[in-house]
């Protein structure tokens, strides 16, 4: 959300609100924010049934946010305008290991023929920063930047977990727990914790159809100048595409190959801006 409608916010409440009104008045507007994303649009009506809101709070609110170009009313459906895709990617531009890895990364995808995917940590949260977009690329449908995926499903998500602190691991685990997304999900955290111990010996996950059926992934933590996680590398495609020996002859190393460069690009970045 941009400062223009935060202000914009704030001088509506001010005279009629305290300023924990005010606070209110924010959380509510992100509330439909959030709920809009994950409905893919709603009616008043709609939003009323899900949220602890008046019906005509949810209007007040939606024409504000309609007023400054966040929403959009077609019909008697409120969705998320484009705005929020300009200041998403002015967002994403700015995010160092972004503008750093991207380069790096379309080479990768290219030559090694699977669409390529960064992810990074916010909140606890796990993040897509980028996928690859190939045309000659297998299975660049999977995935989305948009999906809500956890960690422990996917090819990055586990490497990252596997060499993040461990404080920070469980308290990512202790937020989403070990939802069970297919039949081959890891749910038990005796079984993750045994995974990731294989994953930090030999420097690279695999993913086995543990978000979606059929889909193999394979990932690498790629670190900061620190040496803590900034993020994850991985490729993803069909089983058939991905099989075990090749994975573990070829494109694990691959993967960390570039992970690691990409690393080693941000601390001469970084060495740079001194």
């Given at each position: 959300?941009?400062?223009?409608?935060?202000?914009?916010?704030?001088?509506?409440?001010?005279?009629?609100?305290?300023?924990?009104?005010?606070?209110?008045?924010?959380?509510?507007?992100?509330?439909?924010?959030?709920?809009?994303?994950?409905?893919?649009?709603?009616?008043?009506?709609?939003?009323?049934?899900?949220?602890?809101?008046?019906?005509?709070?949810?209007?007040?609110?939606?024409?504000?946010?309609?007023?400054?170009?966040?929403?959009?009313?077609?019909?008697?459906?409120?969705?998320?305008?484009?705005?929020?895709?300009?200041?998403?990617?002015?967002?994403?531009?700015?995010?160092?290991?972004?503008?750093?890895?991207?380069?790096?990364?379309?080479?990768?995808?290219?030559?090694?023929?699977?669409?390529?995917?960064?992810?990074?940590?916010?909140?606890?949260?796990?993040?897509?920063?980028?996928?690859?977009?190939?045309?000659?690329?297998?299975?660049?449908?999977?995935?989305?930047?948009?999906?809500?995926?956890?960690?422990?499903?996917?090819a990055n998500g586990k490497s990252m977990l596997?060499?993040?602190?461990?404080?920070?691991?469980?308290?990512?685990?202790?937020?989403?727990?070990?939802?069970?997304?297919?039949?081959?999900?890891?749910?038990?955290?005796?079984?993750?914790?045994?995974?990731?111990?294989?994953?930090?010996?030999?420097?690279?996950?695999?993913?086995?159809?543990?978000?979606?059926?059929?889909?193999?992934?394979?990932?690498?933590?790629v670190k900061g100048q620190d040496g803590s996680?900034?993020?994850?590398?991985?490729?993803?495609?069909?089983?058939?595409?991905?099989?075990?020996?090749?994975?573990?002859?070829?494109?694990?190393?691959?993967?960390?190959?570039t992970a690691d460069a990409i690393q080693l690009?941000?601390?001469?970045?970084?060495?740079?801006?001194?």
């Amino acid at each position: 959300m941009s400062w223009c409608l935060i202000a914009s916010m704030e001088r509506s409440d001010r005279g009629s609100e305290s300023g924990a009104d005010g606070l209110q008045t924010l959380a509510i507007a992100l509330e439909l924010i959030e709920e809009l994303q994950t409905a893919n649009g709603a009616t008043v009506a709609e939003l009323q049934d899900r949220l602890d809101l008046s019906k005509s709070a949810i209007y007040n609110h939606l024409n504000t946010l309609r007023e400054y170009g966040y929403v959009v009313k077609d019909g008697d459906r409120f969705q998320l305008g484009l705005t929020f895709t300009l200041i998403g990617e002015f967002v994403r531009e700015q995010f160092e290991l972004f503008s750093i890895a991207k380069s790096e990364i379309d080479e990768f995808s290219s030559e090694i023929g699977f669409p390529a995917h960064l992810i990074t940590e916010q909140h606890h949260n796990r993040l897509e920063v980028y996928v690859t977009r190939e045309s000659d690329a297998i299975g660049t449908k999977s995935y989305s930047v948009y999906d809500p995926l956890h960690f422990h499903t996917t090819a990055n998500g586990k490497s990252m977990l596997a060499f993040m602190n461990e404080d920070k691991r469980a308290a990512i685990l202790d937020k989403h727990g070990l939802p069970r997304q297919s039949t081959n999900t890891i749910t038990d955290r005796d079984e993750l914790a045994e995974e990731l111990d294989l994953i930090r010996e030999r420097g690279y996950s695999v993913s086995k159809g543990e978000e979606m059926e059929g889909l193999w992934g394979v990932g690498a933590p790629v670190k900061g100048q620190d040496g803590s996680v900034a993020g994850a590398l991985s490729i993803s495609g069909p089983v058939g595409q991905l099989p075990e020996e090749r994975i573990h002859d070829e494109l694990g190393e691959a993967v960390v190959n570039t992970a690691d460069a990409i690393q080693l690009d941000l601390i001469m970045a970084s060495r740079t801006e001194r």
